[in-house]
């Protein structure tokens, strides 16, 4: 499926870059059949829902090379911000447990060339080698703030800036996380959902 021209005006890529992103569309449908990637409800929508609301974290942190992805499940937003990113010099690291998962992401970077690197493990077992070393790191729908900051407090305390898209809960989260930590919190609009929000998380100090 070609994206769709009311997608078009809000992705801002490069004709190569949109290439590629219908690539990706056009797998994901393909491998969904057998697989079971994404949430079928959300199939049919996988422009907004999926691509231009991965490419949104894009623009929150421009001068970044290397991002880290974790949950990264069928490629959102790690994949599509490794596709995007690439004439910036972006690489994105993908961690996913799931195996079947990983065999797509694997396969999508290839038939796009986009610098994507899959890891097939656990999350805890990855963090630890990117601590000082990764720009940002990111979740999608994976886990609470206040687990999401259990995972990663070691690369924020080093640095790393935290983009975590949350939904209509997300200041509920951010009020029950900062009775474990003192951190910014930039609590920012969802360009696809009125009701979402995206948090950057930095500075981060445990209470405890």
């Given at each position: 499926?070609?994206?769709?021209?009311?997608?078009?005006?809000?992705?801002?890529?490069?004709?190569?870059?949109?290439?590629?992103?219908?690539?990706?569309?056009?797998?994901?449908?393909?491998?969904?059949?057998?697989?079971?990637?994404?949430?079928?409800?959300?199939?049919?929508?996988?422009?907004?829902?999926?691509?231009?609301?991965?490419?949104?974290?894009?623009?929150?942190?421009?001068?970044?090379?290397?991002?880290?992805?974790?949950?990264?499940?069928?490629?959102?937003?790690?994949?599509?911000?490794?596709?995007?990113?690439?004439?910036?010099?972006?690489?994105?690291?993908?961690?996913?447990?799931?195996?079947?998962?990983?065999?797509?992401?694997?396969?999508?970077?290839?038939?796009?060339?986009?610098?994507?690197?899959?890891?097939?493990?656990?999350?805890?077992?990855?963090?630890?080698?990117?601590?000082?070393?990764?720009?940002?790191?990111?979740?999608?729908?994976?886990?609470?703030?206040?687990?999401l900051l259990e995972w990663t407090e070691p690369m924020l305390k080093a640095g790393t800036i935290g983009l975590f898209p949350k939904g209509r809960d997300a200041e509920s989260e951010l009020t029950e996380a900062l009775k474990r930590w003192t951190f910014k919190a930039d609590v920012l609009p969802?360009?696809?959902?009125?009701?979402?929000?995206?948090?950057?998380?930095?500075?981060?100090?445990?209470?405890?």
């Amino acid at each position: 499926m070609i994206a769709p021209a009311s997608a078009h005006a809000n992705l801002n890529v490069s004709r190569e870059t949109l290439e590629k992103l219908e690539l990706l569309e056009r797998e994901l449908r393909r491998w969904q059949a057998i697989k079971n990637l994404v949430g079928p409800a959300t199939l049919d929508r996988t422009w907004d829902r999926h691509i231009v609301d991965s490419l949104q974290l894009l623009d929150l942190a421009p001068e970044a090379k290397t991002w880290v992805d974790l949950g990264s499940g069928a490629g959102f937003p790690g994949l599509v911000l490794a596709i995007a990113g690439q004439e910036k010099g972006l690489t994105v690291h993908l961690v996913e447990s799931n195996s079947r998962k990983c065999a797509f992401l694997r396969q999508i970077a290839r038939l796009t060339g986009a610098p994507a690197v899959v890891h097939e493990a656990r999350l805890e077992a990855v963090i630890p080698g990117f601590v000082g070393k990764a720009d940002v790191v990111s979740a999608r729908a994976l886990a609470s703030l206040t687990q999401l900051l259990e995972w990663t407090e070691p690369m924020l305390k080093a640095g790393t800036i935290g983009l975590f898209p949350k939904g209509r809960d997300a200041e509920s989260e951010l009020t029950e996380a900062l009775k474990r930590w003192t951190f910014k919190a930039d609590v920012l609009p969802s360009r696809t959902d009125s009701e979402a929000r995206i948090l950057r998380i930095t500075s981060i100090e445990s209470l405890t």
